[in-house]
Structure formats: structure tokens, C-alpha cells
């Protein structure tokens, strides 16, 4: 396939790496070459299949507009747009083109959505839950989005709309470890994910741009990621 890789820094160059490996033809486009999404014009897209952004939370919801009103299918990681979701869904299925997006593309991280998922029953039984996420210092968004997703699976899964309270650590160059631990007055129980690298990130959205081939609408990588 064809990608075109938004975004040169620390996850978009690995996804350019992960995809290349997988045979894949790839063009990246950093900030310099896409001011006001200049790299994302109908003639910049055309033999382009898939867009795929690793960028900021300030230009993504502009990406993706411009990818979509040119008919590509678009694979979006970065965070902190997720304001614009409903007007951005209506205007990809309005399009009629793809597209996958997740506060984390890795598939690890998927199962522990699971794992929490199936812990929330504690929340029930006189817990309490406390989220924590430590990310590196340049990271620009706080909470996670990841942190984010978690607290929200924990409280749909406890029907329960309990205080989840999200803490959030900036130090080094943390790649991205999230905590959920619940505590009552006997016991505690820790839950923990810790990335060693980023490769897991960009694996799981070079395969959500394999998965999206041919298919439209607006997907959660947290429901689809099983059938990759
Ligand atoms: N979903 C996931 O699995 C996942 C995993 C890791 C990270 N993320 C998210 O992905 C985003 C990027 O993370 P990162 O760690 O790779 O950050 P990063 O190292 O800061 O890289 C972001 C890159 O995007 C470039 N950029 C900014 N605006 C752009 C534009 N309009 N067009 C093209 N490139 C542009 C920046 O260039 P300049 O420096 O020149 O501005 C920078 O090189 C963040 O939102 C992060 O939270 C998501």
C-alpha cells in the first residue's frame, strides 16, 4: 500500500520504519511541508491509500479534515482532539471514506483495557479506583488519552459514575506506563502497563491502515484491534 506518515517525531518516524519493513510504500510529511495541510490536497493525495497522523493535538482535527474531504482513508494517533469526535465521525461517514483512531495502537494496551475492564467489578464492592500515567517531559497533552480510555471502560463497566481520579507524572523519557489500583480498608490491587518502546504503537496502527483497506465509516482500534 501507499501511506502518507503525518508527522516526523518520535512515533511518526517509527511508523514510517514498521511500515517500510512491512512492504509498504511510504511518504512523510513533517510540519515544514504541511502548513495549513498543504501536503493533504486532493493533488498531494493521489496516489496516496492512507493517511496516517502522529502529529499535535492542535493540527489533527485539520488533517483529518482535509484527508477526508480528499476520499482517503486516515489513521489517526494523536490525542487531545477528541472534542471534535461527533462532527469529525459525520464528516467521514458523510465522505464515505475510513478511518481508525486510538489514544494507543497497541495491542497490549487493548488487553488491558480487558484486564480493567474486568476489575471494575470492584468499584462495587466498597473499592475505590485511582488512575495514574507517567509519560516524558515533552508530551503535551495531560491526562493521557490513554488514562482517558481507562477511566472510561472502568466506569462503564462498573455503572457507576464513581470519582476515578486521574493523576498524571512528566518525567524523563517515560515512553507510557498507566496504574489503576483499587483499594479497600483489607486490601489493595494494582494493575500496570508499561511500554518498553514505542513499536507497539506503531505496529498496531500500520496494521489498523492494512485492516481499513476498502472498507468506510469510523472505527475505535479498541473494537476492531482482535481482527488484525
Ligand atoms: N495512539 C497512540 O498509540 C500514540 C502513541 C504515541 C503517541 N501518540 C500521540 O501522537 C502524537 C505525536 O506523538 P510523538 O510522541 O510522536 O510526538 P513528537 O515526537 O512531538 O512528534 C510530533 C511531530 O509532529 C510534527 N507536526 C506538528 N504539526 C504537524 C503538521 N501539521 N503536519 C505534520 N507534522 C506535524 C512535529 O513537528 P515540529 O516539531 O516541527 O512541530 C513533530 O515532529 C501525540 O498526540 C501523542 O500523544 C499516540
Redesign the pocket.
Known sequence: MRFLV???????SLVAEVATERKHHVRV???????A?A?LTPENLRDIDAVID???????A??IEASVRAGKNMVV????WYGEIDRIRNLVESQGTGMVY?????VGVNLFFEVARAAAAALRHDYSGQIFERHHV????AP??TAIAIQKVIREAAHANEDLEITSFREGDVV?LHEVVFESAADRIYLCHDAKS?RG?AE??VRAAEWLAGKKGCYDFKDIWREL
Open positions: 503525518l508527522g516526523r517525531g518520535k512515533t511518526g510529511a513533517a510540519s515544514k511541508e504541511n502548513v495541510c501536503a502522529f502529529t499535535a493535538p492542535h493540527c489533527a485539520a488533517n494517533g494523536t490525542t487531545g486510538a489514544a494507543n495502537f497497541s515533552q508530551k503535551k497533552d493521557s488519552g507510557g514505542r504503537f498496531g496502527a
